[in-house]
């Protein structure tokens, strides 16, 4: 038996997703893996695959001790991801939380028009342009797109509520878009404890109850990403 480690750094989005479900899915069905180590220096992605892996990692817990740690930065999806693990640690100069969704959206409406250029769109679909760059949405547009937003945030707020034992008053307070010090967020219960990665390693040790080899998973990178060395 063994403890497997993943790291999960840089920009949460679907191709990561893939790469880490197979391993995973191994920690979930595995006996030989006794459980379960999350390394995160992430600032999040995409709401949709953080979901994903957060579910992932949520059904792992279920059957296996899950422990995470945020080693510099745990903000946003990577968070949400971190939230279902049995326990949650910092060093104490991570960055935690940042729980919020934000959605960035240039427009080249007057850029367009300074250098000539008109833009022609058709559609079906009252909204169907509603994110366009080439116009100024409208106030119904920009509510119906906040609206979008909101579901999320309130999906994201709620299932870090129910994975810390947060109650619904207090995650409305420290669920605002803030990024936290570690000892902030110990003190508002994001985290379980300010510790390194060998005091991690020592406590999960406890949880299952013998000492195991450490085996971590890397991410292969695609050829040409390898073969460039980025």
Not at 133 to 151: G, H, M
Request: net charge positive; with cysteine.
């Amino acid at each position: 038996m063994y403890l497997l480690r993943i790291n999960i750094e840089g920009t949460i989005n679907y191709g990561l997703y893939k790469y880490l479900y197979p391993a995973l899915k191994a920690a979930e069905g595995k006996k030989s893996i006794a459980g379960l180590i999350l390394v995160f220096n992430s600032g999040g992605g995409d709401a949709a695959s953080s979901q994903l892996i957060h579910d992932l990692v949520k059904k792992i817990r279920k059957k296996k001790p899950v422990y995470s740690l945020a080693l510099g930065i745990c903000a946003s999806g990577a968070y949400w991801i971190a939230s279902a693990s049995t326990k949650i640690y910092a060093i104490d100069t991570s960055l935690i939380g940042s729980i919020g969704v934000i959605s960035i959206r240039p427009n080249v409406k007057k850029l367009m028009e300074k250098i000539g250029v008109d833009v022609m769109v058709y559609k079906s679909g009252k909204y169907k342009d509603m994110t366009s760059p080439f116009s100024e949405p409208n106030e119904e547009e920009k509510s119906v797109y906040q609206r979008l937003l909101d579901d999320i945030f309130e999906k994201f707020k709620r299932s870090v509520a129910e994975d810390r034992g947060i109650p619904s008053e207090k995650i409305d307070e420290i669920a605002n878009g803030m990024v936290y010090s570690a000892k902030m967020a110990a003190d508002n219960g994001l985290i379980d404890r300010i510790a390194n990665y060998d005091d991690l390693v020592s406590d999960l040790t406890k949880e299952v109850g013998k000492r195991l080899k450490v085996k971590e998973f890397y991410i292969r990178k695609p050829l040409l990403q390898r073969l460039l060395g980025i």
